[in-house]
């Protein structure tokens, strides 16, 4: 059993910045890629941005030169550098692992750009 804790969501104007992060409360995260969902209102869960356990990344469009993704395997944790946030990346974003054995989920974070 996988338990992922987001933190720092918050409310930043447009132009902004936050960082996220997750703590993972196994070392198991470790060995397996992680990933930041998001999910607005009236819209589906998209994925962001993905890293593999030796530090590939992968972005979604979307945020493609604005977010960076990141993670500690020593520390368990991941985090989501947001800058040049635009009012469109409003949402619940979501730490996410899937160990082979069933998809983790955190319970989210709020961010909301708005000036």
């Known amino acids: 059993q996988v338990q992922l804790v987001e933190s720092g969501g918050g409310l930043v104007q447009p132009g902004g910045s936050l960082r996220l992060s997750c703590a993972a409360s196994?070392?198991?995260?470790?060995?397996?890629?992680m990933d930041w969902y998001r999910q607005a209102p009236g819209k589906q869960r998209e994925l962001v941005a993905s890293i593999t356990r030796g530090g590939d990344t992968n972005y979604a469009d979307s945020v493609k030169g604005r977010f960076t993704i990141s993670r500690d395997n020593a520390k368990n944790t991941l985090s989501l550098q947001m800058d040049s946030l635009k009012a469109e990346d409003t949402a619940v974003y979501y730490c996410?692992?899937?160990?082979?054995?069933?998809?983790?989920w955190g319970q989210g974070t709020q961010v909301a750009v708005s000036s």
């Open positions: 196994s070392s198991i995260v470790r060995f397996f890629p």
């Open positions: 996410s692992v899937e160990t082979g054995a069933r998809r983790y």
